[in-house]
């Protein structure tokens, strides 16, 4: 199979679409339900972790259908669910409608989104580490997008917001429909492809596998404290909120700008793909031995700028790692467990810092994030040097040039 199944430009646009829409939505939660629908910050809480749990549903659902059963009927039901969901909200968004409404929703683009990273797994013109660096940088394209025209918006009215996620959804409904439909002949053509590549149905390095993702579920859980706990952190230091939103802008920027360039070196970062795990993940822990002493602004623009280039070398390549070490036929289940893992850190992390903090201090919130990421990167890494000495020598990095269907 040498033609892609969706043409690279629909992919990166489905992401872009499905970010955005979404970005119109959670975001609001906790304000909304606080202020419009004045229920308690626990209940909103919540809402938000149940939301998090049907999305993490959703992504092991869709890497499990995308295997099993047909992935184009997949991501169709999937955004269909999503679409519907929106569409609802612009007219039944009071409570608890609001709040089951955003749990489907949650669910359909937990589905989506692990379809959209399992379709990059059939693409044939471009190696597969490059269609995850760009799918990253659409999906925060998306979200970018998404969070500055809220802004815009928001004053006319909440039912607009719903409204333009609802035609965002539709949007898309329709490019699945019409620009998707090859996926099940590409997955078809992979599965009777693998009848003749030797151990086509095993998946290498399990134990690698597990625990790249539990680096990535960590990675997760500390990154959630800038969206959570951090903002507290800096009020507290009488900063403004003018100040801690301005650390996002600069996440953005430097995503936009740098996440783009490292498509020219994918040869070389794909053939040092653990070094790339290595360098992001540990920027991410020394992001919060940065904020341990943290007094001054500088610091935070410093912490927010580690963290942002740990985020882009890191949380792409996790996608490739676990691709090149998946079966042909498990290739979209894997996918769903990577969407799974961050959705999960995302869901917990909030909470686990507040624990943290309530028992102790920010500052041993960081210490604990920092000591949390560089555990997990140490598991990763002495397993792999374990598993070098016991064969006796080096073994070779699996890449996409392994791959025997894309020779």
Known sequence: MKKDPVKLTWLFLGSLIVNTGISFIWPLTTIYMHEYLHEPLTVAGLVLLVNSAFTVVGNFLGGWLFDHWHPYQTITVGVIISTISAGLLIFFHGWPTYAFLLITIGLGNGIVNTCINSTATLIKSKQTSYVFNVLYF???????????????????GITYIFALAFILFA????????????LNDAKAQVKRASVNVPD???????PAIILVLICLFTAWIAYEQWQSNISTYMLGLNMSV??????????????VTFQPLLTHFDDFLTKHLRGRLYVGFLLFSMTFLVLIKATHYSAFLAAIAVLTFGEILAFPAVSTFVNNRASLAEKGKYQGFVMATASA??????????LVIESASYQVLFYFCTILVISAVALFGLSHLYKIHKKGSQPAE???NHDPLNQ
């Open 242 to 255: 003018q100040s801690y939103s301005f650390l996002w802008t600069l996440n953005a920027l430097i995503i």
């Open 138 to 156: 659409t999906s925060n394209l998306g979200l970018v997008f998404g969070s500055l025209i809220v802004g815009f918006i928001l004053p006319l």
């Open 398 to 400: 699996i890449t996409e």
């Open 171 to 182: 949007g898309f409904t329709y490019v699945v429909l019409t620009k998707y439909k090859a």
């Open 345 to 354: 850190g995302r869901a917990v992390g909030p909470l686990i810092g507040a």
């Open 200 to 206: 086509s149905g095993k998946t290498r390095e399990k």
